[in-house]
């Protein structure tokens, strides 16, 4: 039966000194009992509506979630056991599905988890503590295979996400070992950031491979590291504990020196190095911008990272990365706030320094809409533009709070210095290509005046391509290259004569061999050029080259055409079809694409003339 419509009526279930509760497909409250509202100190109008996860954060156990999602696809009731942080001990969870949602029934357990009431575990992670494990394992056959399993770069992790993102790395790493291991298994916590593992067997391939697993699953601390390591050993009945111990011990310290983990910030630093440059390696802002959004959301464990653009005297988000599951926040992109209106990026841009709070609603700058949407911590550092605080980087956290430490500002104020080089340097080679290309297309346009080219043929075939390059999904360095080719596409023609490049009439077959000479000349004029690329060079020498092969001057066929030439090629073409000329009229638009779809595998590469004539428009009778 379900039970939403009980809402505001007494239950039976309120009588029970159990927590029962209800949620519907979306994982959202219909119905909590009275003891389980005691326990969270709520109202029932409280939750009904609201999702589980985002009220409950920290009881939202991945265990749980997942028995929540497969009593949802199959609709059969599931059992388990697991640790509560609140009860300090194991409790039973019963799901049941209930039309289309689900009724959760949780008790407390007498007994830990299948084991003697004397057996004691963990609190942060449900493992047996070193002593009840010492205990427990000679009740385990032999022979066996002992792991010791030691997390990487525990301390780099709390220094990045204060200790409770460190309890949160330890809590996930347990888990997932925990849910690995064969049912028979043990596993304690040794040790702050070490465990110790125990199954029965003789050969540790087995369980080794089980480990790498559940290692490349995880989250690393850092990119490119591993979440552990590993050191094992084979214990037979006769072996002592401690000798087994050592022996797997030595192993994972050997494995741990191959890591330079005795190297402080090594692994930083890489990291870093790694950033810088993958920043270079991108051409454009927007991907520069959201590269290093998606690395800080990763690395420091955020919710909402976005890049806050400051305009006069106002803000917007010009870009934002989420993390799986949260909602977007407010305000949405590219909409418009007043400058003081923005809490810690107004600070940001008033100190032209980072602004942060682990306790966000506390903090008099705050941001009214964001507390609204449940952020509890915040950190905004700002990006300067030749001086000026041109933009903020700005990470969040939804529903639970994070410790903001010196490490974690340094991380984020390195990430927008290296962004601020990246986008100077991107400015600064624009301006610079804006120059160049500016000269390029005057020289294309005295080009014109030579010859008996229309005005603005020219910078008509250079957008032409540029749109044809991009409907065939060129990169945007080959749309410059293909942009520069096309300003100086006939370069060779100030080599030709004017009593042979102005003549109206038909050429002879000598004037056309020189006419054609136009090619080699201005591809070897370009080579004297400095800065033009090669593959500017290609649109120059092979634009006049055929599909089919018998074009000049390398009759080159098919593929073996640069692509950038074949598509300069088409745009070329239809220019010249549709201008007119002293020795003949314009055509129309439609015959023009009727004669370039004809030549489709003659004269042009055929899936360039798709895209044309997809750019162009149908052809019309």
């Known amino acids: 039966m379900s039970l939403s419509f009980l809402q505001g009526s007494m239950h039976p279930f309120d009588r029970v000194q159990d927590l029962i509760y209800a949620l519907d497909a979306n994982e959202c409250f219909t119905f909590a009992n009275a003891f389980a509202l005691t326990a969270w100190n709520k109202h029932l109008h409280e939750l009904v509506g609201k999702n589980f996860q985002e009220t409950f954060p920290f009881k939202a156990k ?35 599905p209930d039309h289309g949602g689900l009724i959760v029934h949780v008790r407390r357990l007498s007994m830990s988890a299948g084991r003697s009431a004397s057996t004691e575990h963990d609190a942060l992670t449900g493992c047996l503590t070193r002593a009840s494990f010492l205990e427990t394992q000679p009740a385990l056959s032999f022979p066996q295979v002992l792991a010791i399993v030691d997390l990487n770069l525990l301390k780099s992790v709390n220094a990045l996400r204060g200790h409770s993102g460190g309890d949160g790395h330890i809590r996930t790493t347990a888990y997932a070992l925990r849910e690995a291991l064969p049912p028979e298994g043990l596993i304690c916590r040794w040790g702050g950031d070490e465990f110790v593992i125990l199954v029965s067997g003789y050969d540790p391939s087995p369980l080794h491979a089980l480990l790498s697993e559940v290692n490349r699953a995880l989250p690393g601390p850092l990119a490119g590291i591993d979440t552990f390591t590993i050191g094992m050993a084979v214990r037979g ?99 418009r706030v007043a400058l003081p209106e923005t809490g810690l990026v107004n600070t940001v841009h008033r100190t032209r320094t980072t602004a942060w709070s682990t306790d966000y609603p506390s903090t008099p700058d705050l941001m009214p809409l964001m507390v609204q949407q449940g952020v509890k911590s915040a950190i905004v ?48 080679v624009d301006e610079v290509r804006s120059t160049f290309e500016a000269g390029m297309l005057t020289l294309g346009i005295v080009l014109e005046a030579r010859d008996f080219e229309t005005h603005g043929h020219t910078t008509r075939t250079a957008t032409m391509a540029v ?50 000479g136009h090619v080699l000349q201005g591809y070897d004029l370009a080579t004297r050029i400095p800065g033009l690329s090669a593959e500017t060079l290609e649109v120059i020498r092979s634009h006049h080259e055929h599909w089919n092969g018998r074009g000049y001057p390398d009759g080159l066929a098919g593929t073996d055409i640069p692509l950038n030439a074949r598509i300069f090629a088409v745009c070329d073409v239809y220019d010249a079809l549709i201008s007119e000329r002293p020795y003949k009229k314009a055509w129309t638009h439609e015959a023009a694409l009727l004669e370039i779809e004809q030549e489709a595998g003659q004269h042009f590469d055929p899936d360039v003339v798709r895209a044309f004539l997809t750019l162009m428009g149908p052809i019309q009778d």
């Open 237 to 335: 009945a006769e072996t002592p504990f401690e000798r087994a111990f050592a022996i797997a011990d030595e192993q994972l310290q050997l494995r741990k020196e191959e890591l330079r983990e005795t190297i402080p910030g090594q692994h930083e630093a890489d990291s870093f190095v790694t950033f810088s440059q993958e920043l270079q390696a991108l051409r454009n802002p927007p991907d520069l911008v959201q590269h290093a959004l998606n690395r800080l959301l990763r690395v420091l464990d955020f919710d909402h990272a976005a890049y806050a653009t400051i305009d006069g005297d106002e803000a917007f988000f010009s870009y934002q990365a989420l993390r799986e599951g949260v909602p977007p926040p407010q305000p949405a992109l590219n909409v």
């Open 62 to 96: 991945p265990e749980l979630m997942t028995a929540f999602k497969q009593v949802l696809d199959t609709q059969e009731r599931i059992e388990l056991e697991m640790f509560g942080d609140r009860h300090q001990g194991w409790i039973g969870v019963i799901v049941y």
């Open 467 to 516: 749109r044809l390059g991009e409907q065939l999904g060129l990169m945007t360095t080959d749309l410059h290259h293909l942009r520069q080719g096309a300003y100086l596409h006939d370069l060779g023609k100030l080599c030709i004569p004017d009593e042979i490049l102005r003549k109206p009439g038909r050429f002879t077959s000598e004037e056309w061999a020189v006419m054609q």
């Open 381 to 428: 550092t700002p990006v300067f533009s030749q001086g000026q605080v041109a933009a903020a980087i700005v990470l969040r956290v939804v529903n639970r709070w994070q410790t903001i430490t010196p490490q974690m500002r340094k991380v984020v104020e390195l990430t927008a210095l290296r962004l601020e080089h990246a986008l100077e340097l991107r400015r600064t």
